[in-house]
């Protein structure tokens, strides 16, 4: 599945960003406000891939942080 939406920046002045996740897409994943989420950025193909942590196990956690991914 696909969904595109788009990146904010904060008024803050962080230079964090801010990936709105449509209602939608929420609802669909089962996901909720409050659910952790771990962050794949696939530059090469322009995606950035998002699961719920609970979905992954710990060992892939941990490659993943040891990457520098969340």
Do not use: H, Y
Request: proline share 3%; charged share 25%; glycine share 12%.
């Amino acid at each position: 599945m696909s969904w595109q939406t788009t990146i904010q920046a904060p008024c803050d002045g962080s230079g964090g960003q801010i990936l709105l996740l449509p209602k939608e897409l929420l609802n669909e994943m089962g996901w909720a406000a409050g659910d952790n989420l771990s962050v794949t950025i696939r530059s090469e193909a322009g995606e950035i891939v998002l699961r719920r942590m609970g979905e992954i196990n710990q060992r892939q956690f941990d490659e993943m942080r040891a990457r520098g991914r969340r």
